[in-house]
């Protein structure tokens, strides 16, 4: 046996690639999507042992549908009370207003209904009921020189049952935050607080202006496709999630106008959540996402103009020529998804981008959103303090980045 030779050719055979590892968690949540679905509420709120449910919305959906007299109807003497002074975000005044009310009551459940902002204000109210303390101590603390703290929240939380007017993904999170007039945005986490069961019911989805569902479904796009840039080296439930999400985005453009489209819609949104839950981190996938979501976390804070859908849109071709160097490959993958074909150079790239985007409407100007130019530093400020896009405190090494994507946005 020639053993030199048999060693020069196990030598030569490269070593397998490293199993991926990763992991998943997988809340459970009862979801009743199409015609006659709201029919569901009553006896899914029953078999989650509520008796006092409070129903929240935004006055456009209280005053201007009858959805919030159809829900109160079908939940009968299981419904305790209605709050509908939610606005574009979740104010404390507002909170605290909707905490009274709940505690008078004795609301042991809560049914949200709306679009985002409803999504989060449901979390918000069961948090501020049950833990009892003033939302400074409970928040997200961030300190200097030292990595954002997220504070146990220890308290039950009472179910919450989510009916949607348009596609979201805040509709199956743990995460919230509201926005205070001398504070900004402060964050919350509670995986206790994610819903027992949504709603995607043509009669709720229908009752949204076109307008409203279009915003959204260019969010919902636009999270799809950030999440495409990275699929390939996603977990294998994660790759999954993100294809589907991305297709049903896609074919849903154009057709908002459709229930089918709304559902489909609905459903993108809820696999984005899913993503999280799988271990994708959807949030921190690359440096083109998470300054589009920390920009558009700190413009919040500061108009209650904002739709998310377009601002992150806006905010891509800006992202991409300063942050090129950080996520080439990624730029190169969104453009190579959306053409179906092999794109030539980074540049050619944007431009594929960036003309996807603009295909489902105008980008705005951040002029056009806030007041005066001086507000960027405090848009800054406070992307510079988004947890979910910057866990690691790295932002603070891209400040001069970050500034110059707020300047040509403006």
């Known amino acids: ?14 070593a397998p690639p490293r199993a991926r590892a990763f992991r998943a968690t997988l809340p459970r949540v009862r979801i009743f999507a199409g015609e006659g679905a709201l029919g569901h509420l009553r006896k899914v709120v029953v078999e989650a042992s509520c008796r006092r449910v409070m129903v929240l919305s935004g006055q456009s959906v209280a005053r201007g549908t009858p959805l919030i007299s159809t829900i109160t109807s079908a939940l009968g003497e299981g419904c305790a009370g ?7 975000n ?12 709940a505690r008078s009551v ?20 069961a948090i501020l009921m049950a833990e009892g303390r003033p939302a400074e101590e409970i928040c997200t603390r961030y300190r200097d020189g030292a990595p954002p703290e997220t504070r146990r929240l220890p308290a039950a939380k009472v179910p919450i049952f989510n009916v949607l007017t348009a596609p979201t993904n805040a509709q199956g999170r743990g995460g919230s935050a509201l926005v205070d007039p001398e504070q900004g945005r402060l ?13 995607w019911d043509p009669e709720a989805l229908m009752t949204a202006p076109l307008s409203l569902t279009c915003s959204n479904a260019r969010t919902t796009y636009f999270w799809a496709l950030m999440g495409m840039a990275s699929a390939a080296r996603a977990n294998p439930l994660v790759e999954g999630v993100r294809r589907q999400a991305y297709m049903l985005a896609r074919s849903a453009r154009g057709a908002e106008h459709l229930a089918q489209a709304r559902i489909d819609l609905c459903a993108a949104a809820w696999l984005h959540n899913s993503d999280e839950d799988l271990g994708g981190a959807p949030f921190v996938a690359h440096w083109i996402v998470r300054v589009c979501y920390a920009i558009g976390a700190g413009l919040a804070t500061l108009s209650d103009q904002v739709r998310l859908g377009d ?18 490959s ?21 431009g594929i981008i960036r003309a996807d985007l603009t295909a489902s409407g105008p980008l705005v100007r951040l002029r056009d959103v806030l007041t005066e130019e001086g507000q960027l530093d405090a848009v800054l400020a406070s992307a510079m303090r988004a947890y979910n896009a910057d866990p690691n405190g790295e932002f603070k090494t891209r400040a001069a980045e970050l500034h110059a994507i707020l300047r040509d946005a403006w």
């Not at 990624?330 to 944007?350: L, Q, S, Y």
């Open 187 to 199: 964050e919350f986490f509670d995986p206790k607080t994610r819903p027992t069961a949504l709603f």
């Open 330 to 350: 990624e730029i190169m993958r969104m453009a190579e998804t959306i053409a179906g074909r092999t794109v030539a150079d980074c540049e050619a790239a944007r």
């Open 1 to 14: 046996m020639n053993t030199s030779a048999s060693a020069s050719s196990w030598e030569s055979i490269e």
């Open 311 to 328: 601002i992150y849109n806006s905010i891509v071709p800006h992202a991409m020529r300063h942050l090129e160097p950080l996520c080439r």
């Open 90 to 101: 979740a104010t404390r005044g507002s909170l605290e207003e909707a905490v009274s009310l």
């Open 82 to 88: 209605t709050f509908d002074r939610i606005g574009r």
């Open 106 to 125: 004795s609301c042991d459940g809560i049914v949200a209904v709306g679009a985002g902002t409803a999504m989060v204000f449901g979390r918000l109210l």
